[in-house]
Each structure stands twice: as structure tokens, then as C-alpha cells.
């Protein structure tokens, strides 16, 4: 059954269509869970720990591509709803070249900048973790022109009503990953650089399988065209997608404090089991991502239609669906945070921290999903200004807040809880801009 972006959405039908881009979402963050298995169990706590100091370099610049690709999307999927397909073509061609020539300007320009960003993330020039932070960076940003075309198709996918290709296409390159670390990790012995060359692997296949699809003859919404720099439109798709500039770029912050914070605090074992942690909550995030993902252009068509009454079907089912799943998510981290943190076997101190802090931090989960969809809805709205405030809030203002404060009345614990602390005050914000904006839209 092929589902249209301009049918009348039932809860099964919603879920079918969204579900291929939270299945994507989730794969892409298992096999980075299972990267760093790999990594823990055969590189050891040092190859963990320069991962997670070099990790933010690589969110901020994915964020582009993610940027580009929420903003995009929403832009492409109005344009499709007022019924112009021929422009919709255009501004996705133009993203897209625009996205390739951003990521080679990345890839060339990170070759000089990533030994002293290196130094500065780990705290030290010189060392195992620092030369291992290093050699990492650099293989990664080899594939950056890869890496951010794969986040920008994850959105476009979608909007050409193919989410099944896109859960394909991402399941394959995470796929390609998991057996090229069993080869070169487990296998050949190569340590971080195994992870590192099996990463950009799949990077390069997720950049390139979309390119070749959607240059060729198909029965999709999109396809590349002869396109020109439509300035307006770029910097549109940019406003669009600030949200998921500034919630990636402010997780790479946060990231960075949360290391100085547990560094200070308790040392590296800390930080590695902060690693760990951060590796099984990205899976659980990735459900309510791919959701919001999977929506955003249901909503950005039906808003370029001006059907509102379908628009009112798919906000309140969205929200029925979150809550069943925030349920759904705490009971099961509460109650599995032990086996969780167990799976990468490392030392009973390590794997102790993680679970208690695991156990504090996943309460998260109760209310993340509805500002995370609350930010989607006005980028698949077009309104990128509140968007980015919603996401700019939650992720500099009120986590880097918590985060600061919060151990100095609490030490360890007060770590764990700042995201917490975090999302309730966002809750009232996000709820503040969709009480005020629904006579606007009439999405209530």
C-alpha cells in the first residue's frame, strides 16, 4: 500500500508511514552503539574515551546536514503541497549540490583545524587519548561530504515518499559498518582505526546510494533536475532547519561540559561510562526523532494545502502516540539500565556509574519526546525562528545552566539530572509557543 503525503491519516496509517523513518533512526544509532562495543571491548578505555572527547566535532558538522535537510524538507513539501512539483524539484537539487560543495569545504578546512581541537577537548596535546582523538578526526572528515549528504537524504526520503528506501539505504551503510568492524576491530586487530575506516565506510555508501537514486529515472516526488542558487529558498531551508543546527551544535557543547564536569568530579572512569550511557539514550531519543522526521512533512504539505482539519488529525494523534511511547521508554530504561551498561564489559567501578547515572537520566524520557516534536512542528511549519528558540532554550540556555549549577549542590548526581531539569523547563516553553500559534496555523 502506497501512503501519500496527501491522504487522510488513520493512527495505523501515521504509524506505517512514519515508522520506516524511526526504524532508520534507531538503526543508525544502534550501529553506533555497536561501534562502540566494538571499540570498548577490543580498543579499550582509552580508544573510548577519544571517541567521546572528538565525537562533538563531527555533531556540529552534521548539524548542516541536518539543518538542511529539516529545513529543506519543509520548504520542498510546502512547495509540493501548493501544487508546484516543478519548483520543489529545483530547491531540492539546489540543496543537495549545496549540502556536497559545504561538506568538501569541511572535509579540506577540518585537515588543520582538528589537532588543536583535539587538544583542546581532551585537555592535553600529547598522550594515547589525544593521538587516538586525532587519527580519528581525520579519517571521519575524509567522509564528511558523505557523512552530512546521508543526514539531508534522511529527510528527503521521506518528503519523496519513499521512507522505505530511505530505512533501506541507511540499514545497509549501518549494516556495511558492523561487518567491517567485526573485520578490521575484532578481526585484523586494527583498534580505533579499525572503527574509524569502518565508519567512514558507511558514510561514503550512505552519501552516494541516494545520489545515484534520485539522479536516475523513478517513481518518486523528488528527482535531480537543472536547478540554479535560489538564495532565498537556501537561506529559507536554513531559518527552516536552525532548530536542528542549534539542538546539534548545543549537544556538542553540552557534551564537551558534561565531560569537564565528570572528568572533574570523578575522573575518566566517569567519562567512559558518560559514553556508554550517552550511546544507549541516542537509541531511545532516535524514536522520537524519527517520529518527528517521519510527520514533518505530513504536516509541512497539509500546511501548504491549508487543510486544516487534517493538520488537527495529525497533531492529536501525534501527541496520543508520544505519550504511549514516553511510557513505554521510562519503564523499560528503569528497568533494564543494568543489562544496558553491562553489554560493554568493562570494569564493575565503570559499569556501576553507568547504571546509577543511567537510572537518574533516563526519567528524560518522560516529556524529551514532546519538545523534540514541538520544535519539529514549527520547522514542518515553516517558522524557523520559533523552532530554533524552542530547541535553543532547551538545549544552551537550560542545559548548560543545569549542568553548571546543579553538581555544585548535588556533585555527580547533579550531572545526571541536568537534562532532566532541563526538559521540564523546556515543557513549559514549547507549551507557552503551541498555545500561542494555534490560531495561526490551526493545528488546534
Not at 343 to 349: N, P, T
Request: charge should be positive.
Amino acid at each position: 500500500m502506497r501512503i501519500q503525503l496527501s491522504d487522510h491519516f488513520t493512527y495505523k496509517k501515521l504509524i506505517l508511514f512514519v515508522l520506516p523513518s524511526v526504524v532508520m533512526m534507531v538503526f543508525t544509532s544502534i550501529y553506533s552503539v555497536v561501534d562502540g562495543l566494538f571499540v570498548s571491548i577490543f580498543a579499550g578505555e582509552a580508544a573510548v574515551n577519544a571517541i567521546q572527547y572528538i565525537y562533538p566535532l563531527f555533531m556540529v558538522f552534521g548539524s548542516i546536514g541536518f539543518m538542511l535537510g529539516a529545513g529543506g524538507s519543509a520548504l520542498v513539501s510546502k512547495t509540493l503541497g501548493e501544487g508546484d512539483k516543478d519548483r520543489a524539484n529545483k530547491y531540492f537539487t539546489m540543496l543537495v549540490v549545496a549540502t556536497a560543495a559545504i561538506g568538501i569545504l569541511i572535509a579540506v578546512l577540518g585537515q588543520f583545524v582538528v589537532a588543536p581541537v583535539a587538544a583542546l577537548l581532551c585537555g592535553s596535546s600529547e598522550g594515547e587519548i589525544y593521538e587516538n582523538c586525532v587519527l580519528y578526526g581525520r579519517i571521519l572528515l575524509a567522509a564528511q561530504p558523505f557523512f552530512i549528504l546521508q543526514n539531508i537524504f534522511q529527510s528527503f526520503f521521506v518528503t519523496a515518499e519513499k521512507p522505505r528506501l530511505g530505512l533501506l539505504a541507511t540499514a545497509a551503510a549501518g549494516g556495511l559498518n558492523i561487518a567491517l568492524d567485526a573485520i578490521f576491530v575484532a578481526g585484523c586487530g586494527w583498534g580505533l582505526l579499525g572503527a574509524a575506516v569502518a565508519t567512514a565506510a558507511s558514510q561514503l555508501f550512505g552519501g552516494v546510494f541516494p545520489l545515484i537514486y534520485f539522479g536516475v529515472k523513478n517513481n518518486s516526488l523528488l528527482r535531480f533536475t537543472k536547478t540554479k542558487f535560489y538564495g532565498k529558498a537556501f537561506f529559507k531551508s536554513c531559518t527552516n532547519g536552525s532548530s536542528e543546527f542549534f539542538s546539534n551544535i548545543s549537544s556538542a557543547v553540552v557534551i564537551i561540559l558534561y565531560n569537564f564536569q565528570i572528568r572533574s568530579i570523578i575522573g575518566e572512569a566517569g567519562v567512559t561510562a558518560y559514553t556508554f550511557m550517552g550511546y544507549v539514550a541516542m537509541v531511545f531519543f532516535a524514536i522520537f526523532i524519527g517520529y518527528s522526521v517521519g510527520c514533518a512533512p505530513l504536516m509541512g504539505y497539509h500546511y501548504g494545502a491549508q487543510n486544516k482539519p487534517e493538520m488537527k488529525n495529525l497533531f492529536k494523534k501525534s501527541l496520543i502516540i508520544i505519550a504511549v511511547l514516553a511510557v513505554a521508554m521510562i519503564a523499560m530504561t528503569e528497568g533494564l539500565a543494568r543489562p544496558l551498561m553491562s553489554m560493554f564489559r568493562q570494569s564493575a567501578e565503570i559499569t556501576d556509574i553507568a547504571v546509577h547515572g543511567f537510572r537518574i537520566y533516563s526519567v528524560i524520557f518522560v516529556l524529551c519526546g514532546f519538545n523534540i516534536y514541538g520544535s519539529s512542528l514549527f520547522t514542518s511549519l515553516n517558522n524557523g525562528l520559533v523552532s530554533a528558540l524552542i530547541s535553543f532554550l532547551r538545549s544552551i540556555v537550560f542545559q548548560v545552566t543545569f549542568v553548571m549549577v546543579l553538581p555544585l549542590l548535588m556533585g555527580i548526581d547533579g550531572v545526571w539530572c541536568a537534562g532532566v531539569f532541563s526538559d521540564v523547563a523546556s515543557i513549559i516553553i514549547t507549551l507557552i509557543f503551541v498555545l500561542c500559534y494555534r490560531k495561526r496555523y490551526g493545528y488546534m
